[in-house]
């Protein structure tokens, strides 16, 4: 073929390299394009020289289209109109014969690289939707378990949790059940003084107090409107040392929005050693009757350096 009719391969690739990036959306530019379809509109060429034709080689080629840098870009109607109506060569010479042919190959395999593309996007899409909605059910679960078992306004243990660990502890041979059960003295007193919404900070406060001063593996829990009960792994002696950090912790008044509320708590305890039959019933009530015998009369003044004397309602 002469100079004068060779096709103008570099020409058609900037137009067509304009004409895409000029489309609304386009995230490219035609300095990325231009070099990529002189390439493959050149190497279309050599193709339609061979005999037989080259069909495989032909979809290859135009499914390069799909790929980088087009990655980003959709342009069928485009690559129709500028590979159909490309002036591949004189007309009637073997390459403007099979120009048409080996154009359409292309634009086919280019349409059904899109169209895996856009199946492989949508998957990838419902995939990262379903992954999200897993997620979403799996946080779901944990808060309305965590809800199940942890009460609203301290979020310490309630009820239903605290009875499932003592079982559990009950259930391990060498794992002693302590049970305090903690009342607030004069509760009533502060909610009809200061106000409900005071009387939640102040349960909200020594909740944390409670949480600070008790060890890591004690189940606290908010079991009534002024009463926390504690189950922990230890021995009498121990629980006795538990309580009396109880009282220091909750000794102190509370800085509420109201100003300072004075606060002090009764505790009373139980005991079931390892081995022994535990009934959850049973230990509260022996903790709830050793409190009361603490706050009816039975208490002991606790000294401290750095104040006044305090009655101490606390369960030895």
């Given at each position: 073929?002469s100079?004068?009719?060779?096709?103008?391969v570099?020409?058609?690739?900037r137009?067509?390299?304009?004409?895409?990036?000029?489309e609304?959306?386009?995230?490219?530019?035609?300095?990325?394009?231009?070099?990529?379809?002189?390439?493959?509109?050149?190497?279309l060429l050599e193709l339609?020289?061979?005999?037989?034709?080259p069909?495989?080689s032909?979809?290859?080629?135009?499914?390069r289209?799909?790929?980088?840098?087009?990655?980003?870009?959709?342009?069928?109607?485009?690559a129709?109109?500028?590979?159909?109506?490309?002036?591949?060569?004189?007309?009637?010479?073997?390459?403007?014969?099979?120009?048409?042919f080996?154009?359409?190959?292309a634009?086919?395999?280019?349409?059904?690289?899109?169209?895996?593309?856009a199946l492989?996007?949508?998957?990838?899409?419902?995939?990262a939707?379903?992954?999200?909605?897993?997620?979403?059910i799996?946080?779901?679960?944990h808060?309305?378990?965590?809800?199940?078992?942890?009460?609203?306004?301290?979020?310490?243990?309630?009820?239903?949790?605290l009875?499932?660990?003592v079982?559990?502890?009950?259930?391990?041979?060498?794992?002693?059940?302590?049970l305090?059960?903690?009342?607030?003295?004069?509760?009533?007193?502060?909610?009809d003084?200061?106000?409900?919404?005071?009387g939640?900070e102040?349960?909200?406060?020594?909740?944390?107090?409670?949480?600070?001063?008790c060890?890591?593996?004690?189940?606290i829990?908010?079991?009534g409107?002024?009463?926390?009960v504690?189950?922990?792994?230890?021995?009498?002696?121990?629980l006795?040392?538990?309580?009396?950090?109880?009282?220091q912790?909750l000794?102190?008044?509370?800085w509420?929005?109201?100003g300072?509320?004075?606060?002090?708590?009764?505790v009373g305890?139980?005991?079931?050693?390892?081995?022994?039959p535990?009934?959850?019933?049973d230990?509260?009530?022996?903790?709830d009757?050793?409190?009361?015998?603490?706050?009816?009369?039975?208490?002991?003044?606790?000294?401290d350096?750095?104040?006044?004397?305090?009655?101490?309602?606390?369960?030895?």
């Amino acid at each position: 073929m002469s100079a004068d009719t060779e096709p103008p391969v570099s020409a058609m690739a900037r137009a067509w390299a304009r004409a895409v990036c000029a489309e609304p959306g386009s995230h490219t530019t035609p300095q990325q394009l231009e070099p990529v379809l002189i390439e493959i509109v050149q190497s279309l060429l050599e193709l339609a020289r061979f005999e037989p034709f080259p069909v495989t080689s032909a979809k290859q080629l135009g499914a390069r289209l799909a790929e980088p840098p087009f990655e980003r870009t959709r342009m069928l109607a485009q690559a129709s109109r500028w590979l159909l109506g490309f002036p591949s060569g004189r007309p009637g010479s073997l390459v403007a014969t099979r120009w048409p042919f080996i154009a359409s190959h292309a634009i086919d395999s280019y349409a059904q690289a899109l169209q895996e593309r856009a199946l492989a996007q949508q998957e990838q899409s419902m995939t990262a939707k379903v992954s999200l909605r897993v997620q979403e059910i799996a946080a779901l679960q944990h808060r309305l378990r965590h809800e199940a078992t942890h009460d609203a306004l301290t979020d310490l243990a309630n009820r239903t949790l605290l009875q499932d660990r003592v079982r559990r502890m009950a259930l391990d041979p060498n794992c002693h059940v302590g049970l305090l059960l903690i009342d607030l003295d004069r509760f009533k007193q502060i909610n009809d003084g200061f106000g409900h919404a005071v009387g939640d900070e102040v349960l909200v406060e020594l909740a944390n107090r409670l949480r600070e001063v008790c060890p890591p593996d004690t189940v606290i829990c908010r079991y009534g409107g002024d009463e926390f009960v504690l189950a922990v792994n230890r021995d009498q002696h121990s629980l006795a040392e538990i309580c009396r950090h109880i009282h220091q912790a909750l000794r102190d008044p509370v800085w509420s929005t109201a100003g300072p509320v004075p606060v002090s708590a009764s505790v009373g305890t139980a005991h079931n050693p390892p081995g022994a039959p535990c009934d959850f019933t049973d230990l509260l009530r022996r903790a709830d009757r050793d409190m009361y015998s603490i706050k009816t009369g039975n208490r002991f003044v606790y000294t401290d350096s750095d104040g006044p004397e305090i009655d101490a309602a606390v369960a030895g």
